[in-house]
């Protein structure tokens, strides 16, 4: 059932076996997944069906520098589905490297290994309506696979691994019905949890303290309590909750907020390939199933590990948009159109050097003289991507000159002083906002650099081309728009050492029996893929934890357990 908290009468006090706090991607496969299993979820849901101002508003917080970091209520959305209302789609599951101690990655290693998630990723792909659980090209399309690039053969790097693109689906839509008809589950909207309260003894949750801004109040006492409410917004909570513990929640160690990351990505360089244009497989294919895949160029984990490298991907790319030296008219035409599109997906289209009138006209010049393109772009877009159900991911280029800039997607050096904080300002129910300081270092952009010199190296030993590219610009490519925005990792990392994390290999957190937390944050690394598989894939994990511990509680209230 889905209703809004403006029905709960004030000062009521709601109870159930688990209440979820939040209802993105994380938060909406726990509740389902829980209630399949027989237990009773309230999930709390500070959004609505729709987005609302007044609720995002609630998101609003400061930056430390807003060249390096979005300001917090960008590139996040507070309504029900959560950041999947306005997500790109883009699904690969983490590397086991990802979760090894690597001497070279200092506080890297989850207490968790690849095996211990891997069960729950073919499950994860089907929340995210992403096919099958298969993302190496070979074994994804069978006899039909053909190489990324023809004649490239390396033992060191490979062009074989995929990445698979959801609908995008929008959980908040495509699973309300669900949500709906469920008896085990109740959805509370406009309901914000402001507050955990613990006992005493601040070892278990008392219960949670829940707002709406149309000025109620009321509790929620659970036998479990997940918090679900994304990588900024979880740590927010935990640091604001002071009742029992004036540092706030799990933070004895001052860990919660603190080895804050996202992504290091930018456009870098010039690959020059020989052969055909055709051949190069830099765009989209479809899978079997018919789910759009692109392939990425990789270092393999062991020459990763023999080099000291941060695990990250390149993608084969075209120039610089805000560039009109690309003299395409698609390009051109997406430049003058930025200000249509929203922040998160135009950001990388303005890059603060381009507002003068000479860049214009050369802008427009360049649509004025490639109408053939333009056209054949705009309805190729319109039937594929505007009113198809599956999107069509991104705007993709016939490349008729083989040559490419490198996306590059790294994960970035956990760092205890990338953080967030509390503000002395208030939101309109009273919590404390957010201020982040997002940090990264020279190890990052050396680490991406020595990964783009094997790349290089190998593609001129295969014969096959050549890649270019001016190391003194490295650093200004991959900062020019700063951390990469929506993707917000290890606020409340997992580990055993407490001086270090926030959360145990179950995702709760220390010494607060019955809390547990589900998303990015508990990433102790970030990897080179986006989060949300591997957070949805988590959260059926943890989905099976709760189910087996309620089930040997003999005092769980099951089912209809909402009182
Ligand atoms: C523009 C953009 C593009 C992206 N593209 C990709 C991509 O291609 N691939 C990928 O893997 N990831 C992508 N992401 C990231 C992806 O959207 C997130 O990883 C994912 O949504 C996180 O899911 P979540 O459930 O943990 O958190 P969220 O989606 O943030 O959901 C949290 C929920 O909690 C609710 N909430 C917050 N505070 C409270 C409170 N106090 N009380 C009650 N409810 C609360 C919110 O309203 C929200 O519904 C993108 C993000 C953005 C912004």
Redesign the pocket.
């Known amino acids: 059932m889905i209703s809004s908290a403006n029905s709960i009468p004030n000062d009521a006090h709601l109870h159930s076996d688990v209440c979820v706090?939040?209802?993105?991607?994380?938060?909406?496969a726990l509740t389902l997944t829980l209630a399949q299993q027989g237990i009773s979820v309230l999930l709390?849901?500070?959004?609505f069906l729709k987005e609302d101002a007044d609720?995002q508003a609630?998101y609003n917080g400061e930056v430390v520098d807003e060249r390096m970091h979005s300001p917090p209520d960008k590139?996040?959305?507070?309504?029900?589905?959560?950041?999947?209302t306005?997500?790109?789609?883009?699904?690969m599951p983490f590397d086991p490297v990802d979760f090894e101690n690597r001497a070279h990655v200092p506080d890297s290693g989850w207490p968790i290994s690849y095996a211990d998630v891997l069960p729950y990723y073919p499950a994860a792909n089907a929340w995210a309506e992403a096919g099958r659980f298969s993302y190496q090209a070979p074994e994804a399309f069978g006899s039909g696979a053909l190489p990324m690039i023809p004649g490239f053969v390396s033992t060191t790097v490979s062009t074989d691994g995929l990445e698979r693109f959801s609908c995008?689906t929008d959980?908040?839509k495509r699973y309300a019905k669900r949500l709906q008809v469920e008896p085990r589950v109740r959805v509370l909207l406009g309901?914000?949890?402001?507050a955990v309260t613990l006992q005493r003894d601040g070892r278990s949750v008392k219960e949670l303290q829940?707002k709406t801004l149309a000025g109620s109040r009321f509790r929620v006492t659970a036998r479990s309590t997940v918090l679900?409410?994304?990588?900024l917004?979880t740590a927010r909570?935990l640091l604001a909750s002071q009742d029992v513990t004036p540092q706030g929640v799990g933070n004895a160690h001052d860990v919660v907020g603190r080895y804050y990351m996202c992504h290091i990505a930018g456009n870098v360089g010039m690959l020059t390939l020989q052969g055909w244009p055709r051949d190069i497989r830099h765009g989209y294919e479809v899978s079997p199933e018919g789910i759009y895949c692109r392939r990425r160029i990789s270092v393999t984990a062991s020459e990763q590990r023999r080099l000291g490298l941060a695990n990250a991907v390149a993608r084969l790319h075209f120039p610089r948009i805000t560039d009109p030296a690309h003299r395409n008219g698609v390009l051109s035409g997406l430049f003058l159109a930025r200000r249509l599109i929203s922040y998160?997906?135009s950001k990388r289209l303005n890059d603060g050097n381009t507002n003068n009138a000479s860049t214009y006209v050369r802008h427009l010049m360049n649509v004025v003289t490639d109408p053939r393109d333009t056209t054949a772009f705009l309805a190729h877009w319109i039937r594929k991507r505007s009113l198809a159900h599956r999107k069509f991911p991104s705007v993709i280029l016939h490349n008729r000159t083989n040559r490419f800039s490198l996306e590059v997607h790294g994960e970035q050096y956990p760092l205890r002083d990338s953080r967030l904080t509390l503000t002395d300002k208030r939101d309109a129910l009273g919590?404390p906002q957010v201020k982040v300081d997002w940090r990264y270092c020279r190890d990052d952009i050396e680490s991406v650099k020595r990964t783009l010199d094997v790349i290089a190296l190998e593609i001129s030993r295969s014969g096959v081309g050549k890649f270019e590219y001016n190391h003194s610009t490295l650093e200004e490519e991959l900062m020019r728009f700063g951390a990469y925005?929506?993707?917000?990792v290890g606020t409340t990392r997992m580990g055993t050492d407490l001086r270090t994390s926030v959360v145990d290999p179950d995702c709760q957190v220390h010494g607060v029996r019955g809390l547990f937390i589900?998303?990015?944050a508990v990433f102790p690394t970030s990897s080179q893929?986006?989060?949300?598989?591997t957070?949805i894939a988590m959260a059926l994990r943890l989905a099976d934890k709760l189910s087996a511990n309620l089930r040997a509680d003999k005092h769980v209230v099951m089912p209809g357990a909402f009182a």
């Open positions: 706090v939040g209802g993105g991607p994380a938060g909406i709390l849901e500070s959004g609720t609630l590139y996040r959305q507070r309504r029900m589905g959560g950041s999947s306005i997500w790109g789609g883009r699904c995008p959980f908040g309901a914000n949890c402001t829940v679900a409410a994304g990588g917004e909570l998160e997906y919590m925005g929506g993707h917000h589900a998303g990015s893929a986006n989060p949300t598989l957070l």
